[in-house]
């Protein structure tokens, strides 16, 4: 096997220079694992969002709220058979760089709407008989340190205060896509502290969280709510909960393109930069290359040698590249934690980085491949004499 | 005049190059024959067109009109392909510059040729070791080529130059590049490849004590034969 041995020995002729095209590779394609893994997680968090979940909110929008009296309205629509109160509570924990979400939501439809947060029965009883109580994921709980039992102040923001709570559940995640960094406490809490401060903005619901008993007739229980509160003082809208999480992310959904679009950015040029280099080695070999010719080999065998020499490297980059993704994915899964709640390398990104490395090297060879190819012997062998 | 016979047959042979969208004529019309078993030296000066006539009759440049037989074949009638195949097994190089392969040992370099054969790994190393020996270099078989002197380098390419035992050995400056006592090496090795293994040479000179072990010179000069 000349070649291989041929190919391996060119590789590492300027040892610098290899280690400088290695290395620019590997990272090219660490920035592309790490930007697909993004883009990638968006969409699954898109996709994991339930649709068997319908959520109902004002009309008008978001920032209006519906009546607690249609809560029972809703539970009397054929096909619905859940129906949960939430708001959004926005409350702040010490400081505002501690931002993780926080929701105020009746325990019973939490526990029966959300499956994919595990709570061990005596959390969830806890959660349940505990006005003051809170779930926690398990990440968020690790970052603060919080444990079971422990009592924790949010200030209060669009509901003002300090609301002081109790930890009763820690959930685990169903999946490993599962967003495990939410705050989720008891709504008659919320409510009855309404009551007392500020009774004009009590009994009212942010959003209804409502479960279908089958969720291919999600759509017509959805035009079913909608209907009945037609004409009332405040229309409702309902969705599936996945076209409700779309609505936020629409304008993110933007960015995603465009990172999407950065990331084959950051692989054409590296492609190119590598073009130069394969470039600039064959354009120094071309008499070692004509020499060769002269002895007998083909054209093909001084093509094998300059693509494999391209592809060799670009495929060491790739490789270098690939593990570096699982630490630098590991670091910011645990630095970046409120906005990455799992930033997990799937197989496709690596083989799509593995492509990519390959693709390198074989674009950027193709120009001094065609050259060393087609050299006229006479021509290459001037070089030197 | 023992039974030698020509080995190399050039008729008519005319070369130029384009500059821009100039033809360069180099060679015009140039017809003579090589005996088999003759060390051949051309010379002359700087641009006339050794170098050219030289790259003709080893295959590795073609002809604009006119035809070299070398043997039985018609060189000038073959693809790029058969040329190649053709002086793997027929034609051995010697450059000025040795144009060994810097990442291949001395070994490796002259086992470049027989890659290309039938022969099994054995038979090759036979082949590299022999090589070797006549160039008085086995010892130093292991040595990549920057660890070795030009003289030995240039061995090493007269190693490879004869490991598929060809019957044409042409060789560029063979000592343009050497000092005097290395230069002699290898001219005496080249006399010793002529008298003892009945190569033919045809060697591009300027060095007069190089032209003095030929037995024939001729002498080119602005792409014509000034001599025979
Ligand atoms: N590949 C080439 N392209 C253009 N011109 C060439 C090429 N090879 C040789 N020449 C020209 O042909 C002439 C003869 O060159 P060469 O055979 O190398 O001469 P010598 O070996 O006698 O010094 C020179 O003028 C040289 O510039
Ligand atoms: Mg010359």
Redesign the pocket.
Known sequence: MFMVKYILRNAFRHKLRALLTITGVAIAILAFGLLRTLVGLWYLGVESSSSTRLVARNAISLVFSLPISYKERIRQIPGVTKVGAMNWFGGIYISEKNFFPNFAIEPQAFLDLYPEFLLSPEEQKGFLHDRQGAVVGRKLAAKQGWKLGDRVILKGTIFPGQWEFVIRGIYRGAQRSTDETQFFFNWDYLNETLRRTIARRADQAGIYIIGVSNPEKAAEVAVAIDTSFKNSLAETMTETEKAFQLSFVTMTEAIMIAIKIVSYVVIVIIMVVAANTMAMTARERISEYATLKTLGFQWYHIASAVFGESLFIATLGGIAGIMGTFPAAGVIEQELSQFFPSFQVTTTTILLQLSAAVLVGATASIFPTWRAATIRIADGLRRI? | MTAHSDIVTIRNVTKSYRRGNQPVPVLEDISFAIQSGEFLALMGP?GSG??TLLNLIAGIDKVDSGSITIGDCEITTLSETELARWRAVNVGFVFQFYNLIPVLTAYENVELPLLLTRLSRRERREHVETALEIVRLADRMDHRPSQLSGGQQQRVAIARAIVTDPAILVA??PTGDLDRVSAGEILSLMDHLVLDFHKTIIM?THDPRAAEKAHVIRHLEKGLLTDG
Do not use: N, Q, Y
């Open positions: 004499g | 700087s050794k170098s560029d400056e591009v």
